[in-house]
């Protein structure tokens, strides 16, 4: 193999652009020719590429976001639109590609790969919900961002004695929500994957502190338990005022989770993870997915990882909602 490509696809997350730049770096020190390609398959349809040389990724380690854009597209999923794909990328010898993204980015890769153009996965996606890795790229940096969100929003809760609901990314999984629930000593955790009740999970979670001396509680929850017509964050917060008396209040933290400076584990991961996917197709190796299990950087079948499941920690649940 002498030429591959590198686009990252799907939801932006801090550490993209550290991965990019190790699989430049990787790929120039083995003698490859490195293509970006800017906009996802969306790019690869449009035959948006841009040579990358170790100047061009010399300075993108902090950054976040990605240097190479994203975008979604609709007529990838069509045969003509993966043919007008594959074709563009072999008029410039691209002969296999790093895909940086979450599980729709992936079944791209799979479908290239079923189509003779080798693809390999790095999972990047703050939301940490890849089934066969147990850390996504970007996943540290949105939950150091979430808790210094909640640290601020515990300082006008603690001031006025408010329930404060605090609604942060995760329609489909509640990583997030869990993870800086126990990190922000949330009263309560709402989460996708768990069913819950309102008066058992919220009014009871409070009650239970107030009997034990807290005037001030924090309500986490994932957006996938207030989306697609469910209550949201600001009527649960109106439901509680009325049923406890105290004043409550919400917050949507939305896309400030997305951005920022990506953490040293996100970029030191992000850095393992787009070295072994060139490593993988310097050795002439597709079809596959970068994950990381118990420490340690390993590769996934795509087609097995696409078929694995992952379950939310209820340990670490039951550390807030008991």
């Known amino acids: 193999m002498k030429t591959i490509g590198i686009l990252t696809s799907g939801g932006d997350s801090p550490g993209m652009n550290p991965a990019v730049r190790a699989a430049v770096l990787a790929a120039h020190s083995a003698g490859l020719t490195v293509f970006g390609v800017n906009r996802g398959y969306a790019g690869m349809m449009e035959n948006d590429f841009a040579e990358l040389s170790p100047a061009y990724v010399a300075d993108i380690v902090n950054r976040g976001g990605t240097v190479l854009y994203s975008a ?24 296999g590609v790093v895909v940086i993204g979450g599980d729709g980015s992936f079944r791209g890769a799979r479908d290239l790969s079923e189509r003779g153009l080798p693809c390999v996965g790095v999972p990047g996606t703050i939301d940490n919900d890849i089934a066969c890795t147990d850390y996504t790229i970007g996943y540290d940096t949105c939950l150091n961002t979430i808790a210094d969100m909640v ?16 609604e942060v ?8 929500a869990l993870t800086s629930a126990v990190a922000s000593g949330a009263t309560a955790v709402l989460l996708p994957e768990i069913e819950w009740d309102f008066d058992r999970d919220v009014l009871a979670a409070i009650r239970r502190e107030q009997a034990q001396g807290k005037r001030y509680f924090i309500i986490i929850a994932a957006e996938g338990c207030t989306a697609d017509g469910k209550e949201s964050v600001d ?8 049923a406890t008396g105290l004043e409550s209040r919400s917050v949507v933290l939305g896309h400030v989770q997305r951005g920022g400076i990506p953490t040293v584990r996100d970029r030191v991961i992000a850095a393992q993870m787009g070295t072994r996917a060139v ?11 970068v994950a990381l299990k118990a420490e340690a950087v390993v590769d996934y079948d795509i087609f097995q990882a696409l078929k694995m499941s992952k379950s939310i920690d209820t340990k670490l649940y039951a550390l807030v909602n008991g």
């Open 72 to 95: 979604r597209s609709k007529e990838f999923c069509t045969e003509d639109g993966m043919t007008k794909a594959i074709a563009n990328c072999r008029s410039r010898g691209i002969e």
């Open 151 to 166: 640290d601020r929003i515990r300082d006008t809760s603690y001031s006025h004695d408010r329930v404060m609901f605090v």
């Open 169 to 176: 990314m995760g329609r489909g999984a509640g990583w997030l």
């Open 235 to 242: 009527e649960l917060a109106k439901r509680t005022q009325a």
């Open 279 to 289: 490593q993988l197709l310097q050795d002439g190796i597709g079809n596959r997915v």
